[in-house]
Structure formats: structure tokens, C-alpha cells
């Protein structure tokens, strides 16, 4: 016979380690939902918007 202790965190475990297979088996099947790129309110020609391969490009003549 275990101990208490020692039944208890083995219990602990496996839940924790069943816990959100519903969810995972869904995002798995379904992928991620579709969201947004840039958030209501983006300002592509803020100074801390991040460049894009195209803005960081020299300019051909």
C-alpha cells in the first residue's frame, strides 16, 4: 500500500495531465480561429510600427 501522500500527487498528475485534451483534440481538428492581423486603431506609419520587407527595401532606380 502507498502512501497518502504519494497516492494523492499521482491522482494530482493525471488530471493534470487530462485536463483540456476536449480542447486540444478540437484546436488539433479545427486549427487556430481566424483573427485579425492588425488591431482596430493601427497605424502602419507610426515610428514603432515594425517595418516590412517591402518599407526596409532600397529603392530601385
Known amino acids: 500500500m502507498v502512501s497518502a501522500t504519494q497516492q494523492s500527487s499521482r491522482i494530482r498528475k ?3 495531465r487530462r ?3 476536449a480542447r ?3 484546436l488539433r481538428a479545427h486549427g487556430t ?3 485579425p ?3 482596430e486603431g493601427y497605424d ?3 515610428p514603432d510600427a515594425p517595418r516590412t520587407a517591402v ?3 532600397p ?3
Open 59 to 61: 529603392a530601385k532606380k
Open 24 to 26: 486540444k483534440r478540437e
Open 14 to 16: 493525471r488530471k493534470s
Open 55 to 57: 518599407a526596409s527595401a
Open 19 to 21: 485536463e483540456g485534451t
Open 33 to 35: 480561429p481566424k483573427f
Open 37 to 39: 492581423i492588425h488591431l
Open 44 to 46: 502602419p506609419n507610426a
